[in-house]
């Protein structure tokens, strides 16, 4: 068990549609990253927040937004879905600011499939 | 441009056998390199690290990686293969110029035959 919780686990919505993934960090640790995982795209990094403030941003869609509250657990939302965002979205965490030498923890993962 | 290769999609492997899991990569400056694993449905766990100092580095379940600078290459290994090593494997590298941010390798699926 890394420490980082993700809700929910499955998530089945249709198209057009919003939704909202939410991420609690392991105790302590002040970065969250954001990543996508589907069979065609591998691993793709999405944003990243450090103490409530946006670090950094991947490939991540206009459609899809982030936010990292006071108490650090951060929330992606996905809105206007499609088909292709259909995919495992995991959080991560990590104490430090960057990726530099620290690892990240993983949580378990939301799957989101778009019917 | 940085970017992390992991050549080869899959490798398969005789349990008992020593294994091995090919990364490359290009990034400017020292390079900071990963190794993750995935277990089927589970999210990704830190495996290993090299930051500086001896270049060969020793990790969690028996795994260990070298970093060769001259080559590029981060490759992981273990001596001997186990069924349960079956996974997927990413490699990733943060280097100054890309801010910091892990750039992930594709990933190599692992599978030990009995």
């Known amino acids: 068990d890394s420490g980082v919780t993700q809700t929910p686990k499955h998530l089945i919505t249709a198209t057009g549609q919003r939704v909202t993934l939410r991420c609690s960090p392991r105790?302590?640790?002040?970065?969250v990253y954001w990543y996508q995982q589907s069979l065609d795209q591998g691993l793709q990094f999405l944003i990243q927040?450090?103490?409530?403030?946006?670090?950094a941003k991947g490939n991540i869609l206009e459609r899809f937004s982030a936010q990292q509250f006071p108490d650090l657990h951060s929330e992606l939302n996905l809105s206007s879905l499609e088909l292709g965002d259909s995919a495992l979205y995991f959080c991560a965490s990590s104490v430090a600011r960057t990726s530099r030498d620290q690892e990240q923890f993983f949580g378990p993962g939301t799957r989101l499939t778009v019917l | 441009a940085q970017s992390v290769a992991q050549p080869e999609d899959q490798v398969n492997v005789a349990e008992g056998n020593p294994l091995t899991v090919k990364c490359t990569y290009s990034v400017s400056g020292n390079p900071y390199l990963f190794w993750y694993v995935q277990y089927p449905n589970r999210g990704l766990q830190f495996l290993l690290k090299?930051?500086?100092?001896d270049n060969l580095v020793k990790g969690s379940y028996g795994f260990e990686a070298e970093f060769n600078k001259s080559q590029t290459s981060f490759h992981l290994k273990k001596p001997s293969a186990l069924v349960s090593d079956s996974a997927l494997y990413f490699c990733?590298?943060?280097?100054?110029?890309?801010?910091?941010?892990?750039?992930w390798g594709a990933g190599t699926k692992l599978i030990i035959k009995p």
């Open positions: 105790s302590g640790d002040l970065s």
């Open positions: 990733a590298v943060s280097a100054m110029d890309s801010n910091y941010q892990l750039i």
């Open positions: 927040y450090y103490n409530g403030e946006e670090r």
């Open positions: 090299y930051i500086t100092g």
